[in-house]
């Protein structure tokens, strides 16, 4: 193949990617491995790449989930897997996600159809789950939320953190952190951020 047939070639498997990332087919954005590897071939983890550094100047980026893991950048994950004898799951059994690269600016929040106050109580529930080793019965994040918000607003804040994908629930009425705050939210940096917080207002 010539090289202008491989750029050609390329390019459109970087459309095609962007349509199967883009555009919702099913329940919840982005794509599973397997479904990019059948449409784009066993080099998508490259295409995604290629992506990635053309989402940079829009501040967007592609990153990897495996089901109750931190998102990884798709940069950052090897094209083979590493290890051997089951030590590494395979990038197929991941779903891919374009999430922002940056953060938002406060003035920028009104934009996407969110509260303070919603923002907020969002916060404090990955803070409790987190806190409580990443489940948190439904009671105990509204008799805590119930601290600082309205008993009436506490209950459609965390069902409609539920139904965007932030927080799960249990048979149980155990609530967990769901697919959506595994890819959009750097939770190494969020408790950085609360360890700080907690340091200044301690000192």
Not at 151 to 156: D, F, L, Y
Request: charged letters at 30%; a positive charge.
């Amino acid at each position: 193949m010539s090289k202008r047939g491989g750029r050609a070639s390329y390019a459109r498997k970087v459309k095609k990617a962007v349509h199967l990332l883009f555009f919702r087919r099913h329940y919840r954005p982005g794509a599973k491995g397997s479904e990019l590897k059948k449409a784009l071939g066993p080099d998508y983890l490259r295409v995604l790449k290629v992506l990635d550094q053309l989402l940079r100047p829009l501040d967007l980026q592609v990153k990897q989930v495996f089901e109750g893991a931190e998102p990884i950048p798709v940069l950052a994950v090897p094209e083979t897997p590493e290890g051997s004898g089951g030590e590494s799951k395979s990038p197929d059994e991941a779903t891919y996600y374009v999430v922002l690269r940056g953060t938002f600016e406060p003035t920028e929040l009104k934009y996407c159809g969110w509260r303070i106050d919603d923002m907020a109580a969002l916060a404090l529930s990955i803070a409790l789950i987190l806190a409580r080793g990443g489940k948190a019965p439904r009671k105990d994040v509204e008799e805590f939320l119930s601290r600082k918000l309205p008993s009436w607003r506490v209950k459609m804040g965390l069902d409609r953190f539920i139904r965007m994908g932030y927080l799960g629930e249990d048979e149980a009425g155990v609530l967990y952190l769901n697919w959506r705050t595994m890819a959009e939210v750097d939770l190494r940096a969020f408790l950085d951020l609360l360890l700080r917080y907690e340091v200044a207002q301690s000192g």
